[in-house]
């Protein structure tokens, strides 16, 4: 596998996968940006483990090496879309300009997920300073949610890297289990609020982290389905219109 140098990069997470001589033949390329794409969403899914980790064991050192995870994989996501934009500007198989499509909106799921780890890195800030503590089942109960979602991004990826559409179905499986286990978690909180094993105070912090999980399992299965429905009209407006909002939604100067 060959590596790219990135000039000026401070974080540690440069593209592996890419060569900037294979710029030139679009279809390699967008093989390997492929599996970058890939790559920044497995590091998305370890930044939000060691975040739930940090938040069950409300450790604020923890949530600072979560946060610098973050900028890695946001700095990641700003190469990825600069490589994508380069190989956009050769022509294009109509199977490529899907592809890069494809990439283009899966990275951005991905950073959704990124981001929630962030939110949750907030709610352990907040626990923290406030003193809030939380019984064993919801240790148990976010734990079994992660591990739902890790089993849903690991079939997604087989999905999304080789096209394994017969995973489609379990993916929708794993991603209904996470909605219902949303639900019956916030049932038992309630639950046990009223036998008084839990403070109403811990509630709006409990009940936000919980939904920021579900989130992840619908960005997940949103890659999954990347590939369904998916019109040769619909590719070039949508490659064309995501390289632009891609763009919109960097900060000055990024």
């Known amino acids: 596998v060959s590596h790219v140098l990135v000039r000026d990069r401070k974080t540690a997470e440069a593209l ?16 390997q940006l492929t599996k970058e794409a890939v790559r920044l969403g497995s590091l998305a899914m370890d930044t939000l483990k060691m975040a739930i980790e940090a ?24 190469e990825i879309t600069e490589y994508l934009i380069k190989v956009s500007a050769n022509p294009l198989s109509l199977e490529d300009e899907q592809m890069i499509n494809r990439i283009h909106h899966s990275i951005g799921d991905f950073i959704r997920i990124a981001e929630i780890s962030d939110n949750v890195l907030k709610y352990t800030r907040t626990s923290i300073d406030q003193h809030l503590e939380y019984s064993d089942p919801v240790r148990v109960d976010l ?9 849903e991004f690991a079939m997604t990826s087989d999905v999304f890297t080789d096209r394994r559409m017969d995973l489609l179905p379990e993916v929708e499986k794993l991603e209904s289990q996470v909605d219902v286990m949303r639900t019956q978690m916030i049932d038992d909180h309630v639950k046990r609020l009223n036998e008084g094993v839990c403070s109403p105070n811990n509630s709006a912090v409990y009940i936000n ?22 019109t040769p009209e ?13 763009r919109s939604r960097r900060p000055t100067g990024a």
């Open 209 to 230: 982290f919980v939904s920021n999980l579900e989130r992840v399992g619908d960005h997940i299965n949103y890659v999954a389905h990347s590939y369904v429905d998916q």
């Open 234 to 246: 619909a590719s070039k407006m949508g490659s064309d219109e995501t390289i632009s909002s891609t």
């Open 143 to 151: 734990r079994a949610m992660y591990d739902h979602l890790a089993k």
């Open 16 to 31: 592996t996968f890419f060569d900037e001589r294979i710029l030139k033949t679009p279809a390699i390329a967008v093989g």
């Open 55 to 78: 938040f069950i064991i409300q450790d604020g050192l923890a949530s600072d090496a979560s946060r610098k995870r973050i900028c890695d994989i946001e700095q990641l996501d700003r």
